[in-house]
């Protein structure tokens, strides 16, 4: 009796087929992971102060289940805050791995007491997207930026369930005030052009990029005056 041309065999095609086709995929991912830069690999840890790349939004949600990693993250910018204890204030409300912002990059019209998260998000992005759009357009440094807060037990406007304010993981921003002595306010400027809309538009898409929900004008009437930023579960830009 011959034995079976195992080479030959259907099974011995299909997995060289398969070979065939992963092996160089594999190859390129294993050739991307070793070359690429911080913020475009996954696997490598998070740096705020590099430029957003195809992979930061990932690592930054990654830090809500390692909050030691995030604190230090933030250490590593030079953000000054207080740690604050985890904390229920009320039904579905509370803080966990929380802080209050002592000092960023740029000043906020209100005290700010968000998860560490959420802050870490909020530094990249003030660094790598609203800071340079502000002296790219106008060659003017932001000094504050307004905002109607971060924590606030309540439930999303118009509905029964919680908005991520209610787990300090979210921030609505109203306004910037430049160093020249320009105002840029969401309500007066979003639809307004010129480059005070240009650059509002550029720092909304810029959130998008980094933070898993960003809101504006164009969403709905409760947003007509202010971004929304948060890092819930959920994934929008509106």
Request: charged share 20%.
């Amino acid at each position: 009796m011959k034995r079976p041309q195992l080479l030959n065999h259907p099974l011995a095609r299909i997995w060289r087929y398969w070979l065939g086709l992963t092996a160089p995929s594999v190859a390129g991912a294993s050739l991307f992971l070793w070359l690429a830069p911080a913020q475009h690999n996954p696997f490598r840890p998070l740096d705020l102060n590099d430029p957003p790349g195809i992979a930061s939004h990932y690592k930054l949600t990654q830090m809500k289940n390692h909050p030691e990693a995030c604190f230090a993250a933030l250490d590593a910018t030079g953000v000054l805050y207080t740690p604050l204890p985890d904390s229920d204030t009320g039904p579905a409300c509370g803080k966990r791995d929380a802080l209050t912002l002592d000092r960023s990059l740029t000043p906020y019209s209100a005290t700010l007491s968000m998860t560490c998260t959420q802050t870490a998000v909020l530094y990249s992005w003030e660094r790598h997207v609203a800071r340079p759009a502000a002296m790219e357009l106008f060659g003017s440094q932001i000094v504050r930026i307004d905002t109607f807060g971060s924590f606030s037990c309540r439930n999303i406007a118009g509905t029964a369930r919680r908005s991520q304010h209610a787990s300090a993981n979210a921030i609505d921003i109203a306004a910037f005030r430049l160093e020249d002595g320009r105002v840029i306010n969401v309500k007066t400027h979003w639809y307004n052009g010129g480059k005070e809309g240009e650059f509002l538009k550029r720092v909304h898409k810029g959130g998008c990029r980094l933070f898993s929900v960003t809101l504006g004008p164009d969403y709905n009437a409760a947003h007509a005056d202010h971004f929304h930023f948060d890092m819930g579960p959920q994934r929008a830009c509106k």
